[in-house]
Nanobody, 115 residues
Framework: QVQLVESGGGLVQPGGSLRLSCTAS????????MSWVRQAQGEGLEWVST???????TYADSVKGRFTISRDNAKNTLYLQMNSLKPDDTAVYYC?????????RGQGTQVTVSS
């Protein structure tokens, strides 16, 4: 079955950096576009970034220039390098994949940006 396991979250000061990872299994990772979304407390899901099977990337305006999405198909792993973090980036971050009509996501990893 499809499994997505995120890691790498934590508490960081404003201006700091974190690198999130998502290990995927149960589907042919290399042929699917993969995304990161986030959910702040009390808010809905917000799309952050997507990398397609060919490696092309897109970003939400709120993170453009600060976050970098990448993938390692040999390791079935998705990454999100987050730099210049702001308090507004505080959220649970999920990696997602659309298989058929269903969006699959993992359990998420908490990112807290605070001094």
């Amino acid at each position: 079955q499809v499994q997505l396991v995120e890691s790498g979250g934590g508490l960081v000061q404003p201006g700091g950096s974190l690198r999130l990872s998502c290990t995927a299994s149960g589907f042919p990772f290399h042929i699917y576009a993969m995304s990161w979304v986030r959910q702040a407390q009390g808010e809905g899901l917000e799309w952050v970034s997507t990398v397609n099977s060919g490696g092309s990337t897109t970003y939400a305006d709120s993170v453009k220039g600060r976050f970098t999405i990448s993938r390692d198909n040999a390791k079935n792993t998705l990454y999100l390098q987050m730099n210049s973090l702001k308090p507004d980036d505080t959220a649970v971050y999920y990696c997602t994949v659309d298989i058929g009509v269903q969006m699959r996501r993992g359990q998420g990893t908490q990112v807290t940006v605070s001094s």
